[in-house]
C-alpha cells in the first residue's frame, strides 16, 4: 500500500482529455516535487513530468502536470492509442522515494 | 547518449546468492546517484534505495534494509545489487535509474535514464 493514492484505471477515447490523480500528504506532496513516469507494456519506465509541471525534453505536450496543496494530477489530452500504459506518481517522502500504485490508462 | 544496461535474466533457486549489475555509459558515472527499483510480477514499481558511485554512499528502503545490498565500482562505471539468500519473495524485475538534480535540491532529484531491467525468478 503506498502513501500516493491513484485510482487503478483510467480510460478514454482517441483525442479525449484524460486526467489522473495523485494523493498524498504533507511530508511528501506537500512539500516536495511530483514526478510522473509512463511505463509502456513491457518496458521500462519513462519520465513523463518533473518538479510538478516540467517536461523533459521530447516528451509531448500532450502531457501536463500540475499540483495543489497535497495532490498532483496529470493530464493527457489528445489521447492516442499509444498512451495506453501504466502512470505512476512519485515524490520524496523524509528522505525516501515513494511511488503511487500506479494507473492504467485504457484507450478504448 | 546517457546509457544504463543491465545483465541478464537469472534464475536461481531459494537460499542461493545473487548479484545482478548495472552498466553506465555516456556521462561521467561517479557523479550520479543509481537509484534500484522493483517491479512484482503484476504489481507497482517500489523504489529500494540509491547508492552514490563517488563514495558508495548508500540509501536503503525500509522494506529492503538488510535484505540487499548495494555496492559500486566507479573504474568500470558499474553499480550492483546483491542478495546473500534469495527467497521465492524476491522473484520480481529489477530496474536501475540515473538520478538527477536540476537544482541540486534533494527532494528536485528524480530517475531520468533507466536500465532495461533484470527479471530475477527464484523457484525450487
Known amino acids: 500500500q503506498s502513501v500516493l493514492t491513484q485510482p487503478p484505471s483510467a480510460s478514454g477515447t482517441p483525442g479525449q482529455r484524460v486526467t489522473i490523480s495523485c494523493s498524498g500528504s504533507?511530508?511528501?506532496?506537500?512539500?516536495?516535487?511530483v514526478y510522473w513516469y509512463q511505463q509502456l507494456p513491457g518496458a521500462a519506465p519513462k519520465v513523463l513530468i518533473y518538479?510538478?509541471?516540467q517536461r523533459p525534453s521530447g516528451v509531448p505536450d500532450r502531457f501536463s502536470g500540475s499540483k495543489s496543496g497535497t495532490a498532483a494530477s496529470l493530464a493527457i489530452s489528445g489521447l492516442r492509442s499509444e498512451d495506453e500504459a501504466d502512470y505512476y506518481c512519485?515524490?520524496?517522502?523524509?528522505?525516501?522515494?515513494?511511488f503511487g500504485i500506479g494507473t492504467k490508462v485504457t484507450v478504448l | 547518449e546517457v546509457q544504463l544496461v543491465q545483465s541478464g535474466a537469472e534464475v536461481k533457486k531459494p537460499g542461493e546468492s545473487l548479484r545482478i549489475s548495472c552498466k553506465g555509459s555516456?556521462?561521467?558515472?561517479?557523479?550520479?546517484?543509481i537509484g534500484w527499483v522493483r517491479q512484482m510480477p503484476g504489481k507497482g514499481l517500489e523504489w529500494m534505495g540509491n547508492?552514490?558511485?563517488?563514495?558508495?554512499?548508500?540509501t536503503y528502503g525500509p522494506s529492503f534494509e538488510g535484505q540487499v545490498t548495494f555496492s559500486a565500482d566507479k573504474s568500470i562505471n558499474t553499480a550492483y545489487l546483491q542478495w546473500s539468500s534469495l527467497r521465492a519473495s524476491d522473484t520480481a524485475m529489477y530496474f536501475c535509474?540515473?538520478?538527477?538534480?536540476?537544482?541540486?535540491?534533494?527532494?528536485?532529484?528524480?530517475?531520468?535514464?533507466w536500465g532495461q531491467g533484470v527479471l530475477v525468478t527464484v523457484s525450487s
Open positions: 535509474g540515473r538520478l538527477i538534480a536540476p537544482t541540486g535540491i534533494g527532494s528536485d532529484y528524480y530517475f531520468d535514464s
Open positions: 555516456g556521462y561521467i558515472f561517479s557523479n550520479y546517484w
Open positions: 547508492i552514490y558511485p563517488g563514495d558508495s554512499d548508500t
Open positions: 504533507s511530508s511528501n506532496i506537500g512539500r516536495n516535487f
Open positions: 518538479r510538478n509541471d
Open positions: 512519485a515524490a520524496w517522502d523524509d528522505g525516501l522515494y515513494v
